[in-house]
Nanobody, 125 residues
Framework: QVQLVESGGGLVQAGDSLRLSCVIS????????VGWFRQAPGKEREFIAA????????YYQDSVKGRFTISKDSAKNTVFLQMNSLKPEDTGVYFC??????????????????WGQGTQVTVSS
């Protein structure tokens, strides 16, 4: 079983930065995609960013390109989401997810097999 634990969320003001972390444990996941999704109350879960563990190829939602960066620390089995220049519309619960996601499905939440508990990010104006 693969386990994912997110952390790093909080309440910040517009223009501030946060770094989210996702620690991965359990079965081998070297061939997995690890992604970040955001969900606001009453809204559908939205793809934010993802990374293929090997070789580390990143993918981004257009709305966060240039502001967010996804990265990994292989030695610590951790994926990070560095969020800069935060906007109120970035508010939501951020989930980390992983799975054997095929080409063309990286941005689809249903393609992921394992999910973390989520961490709340609130950006005030």
């Amino acid at each position: 079983q693969v386990q994912l634990v997110e952390s790093g969320g909080g309440l910040v003001q517009a223009g501030d930065s946060l770094r989210l972390s996702c620690v991965i444990s359990g079965r081998t996941f070297s061939g997995y995609v690890v992604g970040w999704f955001r969900q606001a109350p009453g809204k559908e879960r939205e793809f934010i960013a993802a990374l293929r563990w090997t070789p580390g190829t990143p993918y981004y939602q257009d709305s966060v390109k240039g502001r967010f960066t996804i990265s990994k620390d292989s030695a610590k089995n951790t994926v990070f989401l560095q969020m800069n220049s935060l906007k109120p519309e970035d508010t939501g619960v951020y989930f980390c997810a992983a799975g054997t996601v095929g080409m063309g499905y990286v941005r689809r939440s249903l393609a992921y097999d394992y999910w973390g508990q989520g961490t709340q990010v609130t950006v005030s104006s």
